[in-house]
């Protein structure tokens, strides 16, 4: 059975290659990530990182391409940095078997919805956010900023991958729902601040705005705040080990695992 997942993983990553929503070196790192969770979880696994991947790759493909938001393929880097807890999960599962890893993994994957859900709706709507330090409204795109609709939309993304996790994981559904969501949710919460305190920001030499990359409008960019080290990928992967710490955490005291 395990073989049939790893043909299906295959055949889903090269789809998503040829569709746009993966690099090569995207498709190479979720070709193996894939594998990894088929091996440990078989097709529970698959379903939580389909229900993430799938509506997250769909969400940012109805973005148009702009100066902030340069094409919407993931890389190898976002790709580890959102689905690796998931990942790491799955290494713990083949190493030391316990129901917990899938919860782990489930929360991790939820955070990495949350976020992914917040950030393009908050786009989609185009309201002005909120920076969480600076207590002021900022330009839309800025790391560390939260909107109505972007809030929204992080509860719809751990939402959406709690409602498939409560029926693979162990224990009552309902609470694994409710643990699964919050720790999507709260998992969305810490990228928020950590984008607001500890992330790099660079100013674009060309148009002055505030970005996360250190090349805008073709240019190399200035850091002005934050840790050179502290990117947007280590803010994600700090985001979706939140998660799954979370997950673990509320499965444990429910006695759920």
Known sequence: MTAFYIIGVALLTFAAYRRGWLSLSGSIAAMLLGSVIAFAFGGAGLLLLGVFFVPSSLLSKLQPASADKEGSKRTAGQVLANGGAAG?????????????WLAAAAGGLAAASSDTWASEIGRMKRQIPWHVRERKHVMPGRSGAVSKAGTLGAAYGAAFVAIAGSAVTEGSALQAFIIIFAA??????????????????YQCKACGR????????????????????????AVNTLCTLSGAGFALLGFWLFDLV
Do not use: K, W
Request: glycine share 10%; charged share 15%.
């Open 184 to 201: 999507g949710f709260l998992g969305h919460f810490i990228d928020t601040l950590a984008g607001a305190y500890v992330e790099a920001e």
């Open 210 to 233: 505030l970005v996360d990359t250190s090349v805008h409008c073709n240019q190399t960019t200035m850091r002005v705040r934050g840790f050179a080290f502290c990117t947007n990928e």
């Open 88 to 100: 790491a999960a799955a290494f713990g599962a083949l190493l030391f078997p316990h129901p917990f």
